[in-house]
């Protein structure tokens, strides 16, 4: 993100604004560093009683942040707010990633392996997570697909996003891919796209088996599935069990 961040090296107070780095940062034996974590950081479960809750991903208290003393914040340039980075900024080092494929993903491991001085936990973690979609090669031709993450209004995840990285290497054709980031979407334009399944993510809405018949009313040809959201949009260490899931989806493709 063109910017330089001065840590203390090894950083031993450490608060994650994003709950796929929070897992990363446990997952690379950091536990003891975490001083702080967001409401939102589930994984793992303890992440929550051991460390401070600092609020949201987008609206976290800097007061909670400033008692942590934090010798290193670990941000995402979509998932946090500009302003509120800027000002943590003014205070202390943060270290911003910005995600949009899985090559992104892997070099943010690597990244955060070397700021925390476990690079060679990291370096394993983020090879047994290509080596794991280097081996996922879906077995027919990319199925037309609509993945949404909001509901009241739609909204779908569309190209240059994270998601659509994941559908494209599940085997799925993002319908929605010419469009940016996450729209807004009618029925009207998703009855036009026409895809052969709809995905409704667990996360952030959390769709469930209840919606199914809402979809199908607007789409009676196509398959409706509820999908893990984390396995298509966590972009940390929780991408080691991506593609086996994807790779699940693929029977009824």
Known sequence: MGR????????????????????LLYDLGLSHRIVGVTKFCIHPPTARHTAAVIGGTKNFHFDKIAS???HLILGNKEEN???GIEQ????????????AT???????????GLLTGR????????????????????????????YFIWRKPYMVAAGGTFIDDMLARAGFHNVFGHLGRYPEIT???LQAAAPRQILLSSEPYPFGEKHVAEFQAICPTAEIRIVDGELFSWYGSRLRYSATYFRELWPTL
Request: hydrophobic fraction near 40%; charged fraction near 20%; charge should be negative.
């Open 68 to 70: 942590c003393q934090p």
């Open 88 to 99: 943590l900024a003014t205070r202390h080092p943060v270290w911003m990633s910005d995600i």
């Open 81 to 83: 707010y500009q302003e």
């Open 187 to 189: 029925p009207e334009q």
């Open 102 to 112: 899985l090559a992104d993903s892997l070099d943010m491991i690597r990244r955060v």
């Open 4 to 23: 330089q961040v001065a840590i203390p090296y090894p950083p031993h107070r450490i608060v994650s604004l994003v709950p796929s780095q929070t897992e």
């Open 119 to 146: 690079k060679e936990a990291a370096d394993t973690l983020a090879a047994e997570i290509a080596n794991s979609f280097a081996g996922l090669v879906p077995a027919s031709e990319p199925v037309p697909a609509a």
